[in-house]
């Protein structure tokens, strides 16, 4: 798919890209030979492009430290992203990102000027994250690790995997239209515009090629939601809730006594130390993490700082790090069920089990207070 918008002192093509597509690596080759552009932009950021150059982007990460700086559903939700998109490629024969990496090497090889234009993949999680909710976030991962989503080899010749997935995603998950797609397309566009060139070609991927080009003909939209009159149910969340369930076991002992603020008070304690247990249980980790997990569940669940799948994670990753083979092998599994087998995999299912289950515990520990205050 490519298009040429004339902006009369200058044109840019959109070419369209599969990702995982040779045709598509050839075409890019064959485009710039055809065009000779003075400027190639790429969607890229400078993170990706280092990834592919080298393939060491899980090689150099500090995965513990990326999960203390709440990256750990980022590092998930990337990281089977992009093991669907393995899976497909190598059926393929191309790595993903071949046709992106064939661009910049044309443009060094010929003395084009190149420019990768995307947002920080960090940053585009980030925003999925802030806009998802929580129960979307779990049946995202499940629809994406459960491959649910049916995608056809075929079809990626004419559009890439990103692309697909978020058509078929639309109509349950607006919002990841919105952050992958039309906040991208804005971003890319806006950079792009601010190069100088005669004849500029940006490669993307196919689902991108509509937005831009009509963002090229008509103007940059800003699809990022207004703050204003805005209220953020994440903080409330993080931050009512503890002071919530600490309000209501106060309450259980001035009001009810000594026996009823010891129950309620047990209740809580059980309940988040075993739930955050069976979340170790289930990702594979080591028995220290299961203890640590146990411990700081009833503690980590009332403070909005730190959860206790950051500390499962942390213990699990400090005291059990990943080999280096474990570190290179992971930018290669093709299956979900890999990420067990895996010590980066298990990390960051420890991070994610433990969060899961030690937040479902918070939710029925403050229902069976509740109850248990209310009935009295």
Do not use: C
Not at 287 to 297: E, G, Q
Not at 340 to 359: C, E, K, M, P, Y
């Amino acid at each position: 798919m490519k298009k040429t918008v004339d902006l009369g002192d200058r044109k840019i093509t959109v070419l369209g890209t599969a990702h995982v597509s040779e045709e598509s690596r050839k075409e890019v080759s064959d485009t710039i030979e055809e065009l000779e552009p003075d400027l190639i932009a790429v969607e890229l950021d400078d993170q990706r492009l280092e990834s592919l150059r080298n393939e060491s982007g899980w090689k150099n990460l500090d995965i513990v430290e990326a999960i203390k700086d709440g990256k750990g559903y980022l590092l998930l939700l990337n990281l089977l992203l992009s093991i669907y998109q393995r899976k497909i490629g190598l059926k393929e024969g191309v790595k993903p990102g071949a046709e992106m990496l064939e661009a910049v090497k044309q443009a060094e090889q010929k003395n084009i000027e190149y420019r990768v234009i995307d947002r920080d993949i960090n940053e585009t999680f980030q925003r999925l994250r802030e806009e998802l909710g929580f129960w979307d976030k779990i049946s995202l991962v499940n629809i994406i690790s459960s491959e649910q989503i049916d995608i056809d080899i075929e079809d990626l010749k004419n559009e890439d995997m990103i692309g697909k997935i978020v058509k078929e995603l639309e109509n349950e998950f607006p919002t990841i239209k919105r952050v992958f797609l039309d906040e991208r397309n804005s971003y890319m566009t806006e950079k792009m515009l601010n190069e100088e060139f005669k004849h500029g070609l940006m490669v993307v991927g196919a689902a991108h090629v509509p937005g831009i080009v009509e963002e090229l003909e008509n103007g940059v939209k800003n699809h990022e939601k207004s703050s204003e009159g805005f209220i953020p149910w994440m903080k409330v969340f993080n931050y009512g809730i503890p002071a919530a369930i600490l309000g209501m076991l106060f309450y259980s002992f001035y009001q009810f006594g000594y026996s009823t603020g010891v129950e309620a008070t047990t209740f809580w304690i059980l309940a988040n130390s075993f739930a955050a247990l069976i979340g170790a249980v289930i990702a594979r980790s080591h028995v220290t993490t299961w203890i640590a997990a146990f411990i700081s569940s009833p503690l980590t669940s009332l403070t909005p700082i730190i959860g206790a799948g950051v500390v499962a994670a942390y213990v699990e990753g400090r005291f059990y790090p990943p080999t280096v083979k474990e570190l290179e092998d992971i930018a290669y599994i093709e299956s979900y069920k890999e990420l067990w087998n895996n010590q980066v995999g298990r990390v960051i299912l420890t991070f994610v089990f433990v969060s899961a289950f030690g937040a479902l515990a918070t939710i029925l520990g403050a229902g069976y207070i509740a109850s248990l205050i209310t009935h009295i």
